[in-house]
């Protein structure tokens, strides 16, 4: 299976200074991948690399196999790319019902409306109400909405549950899954509700400091669960944790930093 979204040795930063080192990453059609970490981790920098709203140092990415183009984040959109950022990105002077409509074709927008609504039934009622008016659970469910009307090959999203109360958050976790499978997109996920998200991921990727240094599937993750805490804590708790005996049979789970 060809992926989804990838990337091989992308280094990407600010103003020549790195933040995210090296990094190889891989998302299959219809699989949930998160990627946790840290503050400072590099996570959000990782993502405007791999959009292309970032010009990376070195390495490379695709979407769908075709090159994620730096300086052109519209050329990655049309190659099936719809990226949620932690922002939101809504225009709150306009209704949620016209937020929805910029991101559709005029002949597809009821049948998109519906869609939207099939997935998040709270937008039905507020559909004409001005989106800087909404609840952040609302908003977040307007933003994941744009994103879904345009059937995205690839879905990524920044910190998802940002001032969201957990409640909210497992609401949303599970559109998440359910528009994986329902439509086969390879979603990218940065979420700091570990413990919840787990319960939704494939698989998951750790950034501490810029460099991956945990990686496995969900069923990994859980049996290393201290390991995936102490990724948390710094590199020095992550050392001292990397040396216990056992590690060696979880190979995949080793340090890359």
Do not use: W
Request: aromatic share 6%; with cysteine; proline share 5%.
């Amino acid at each position: 299976m060809t992926a989804a979204l990838e990337c091989e040795g992308l280094t990407a930063g600010y103003d020549g200074v790195a933040v995210v080192h090296d990094l190889h990453i891989n998302v299959d059609p219809g699989e949930v991948v998160a990627l946790f970490g840290p503050n400072g981790a590099g996570k959000t920098t990782a993502l405007l690399a791999l959009s292309g709203l970032m010009r990376a140092f070195s390495g490379s990415a695709a979407v769908c196999g075709e090159p994620v183009r730096a300086g052109r984040p519209y050329m990655t959109a049309r190659q099936g790319l719809a990226f949620v950022p932690d922002d939101r990105s809504i225009f709150y002077g306009l209704t949620a019902r016209q937020n929805l409509r910029l991101a559709v074709k005029r002949r597809d927008a009821a049948r998109s409306l519906q869609e939207v609504l099939d997935y998040f039934p709270e937008l039905g009622p507020i559909l004409d109400r001005r989106a800087g008016l909404l609840s952040g659970g609302e908003q977040q469910m307007l933003a994941l909405g744009r994103a879904l009307v345009r059937k995205p090959r690839v879905l990524m999203v920044d910190e998802m549950s940002l001032g969201l109360a957990p409640i909210i958050v497992k609401r949303l976790l599970p559109v998440v899954r359910r528009i994986a499978a329902e439509l086969g997109s390879a979603v990218l996920l940065v979420e700091q509700h570990v413990e919840v998200a787990l319960n939704f991921v494939d698989r998951a990727y750790v950034l501490d400091r810029g460099h991956v240094t945990l990686s496995g599937t969900l069923q990994e993750l859980h049996a290393r669960k201290e390991l995936l805490e102490a990724s948390y804590m710094g590199e020095l708790a992550y050392g001292q944790l990397a040396t216990e005996p056992g590690l060696a049979d979880h190979p995949e789970l080793s340090s890359d930093a």
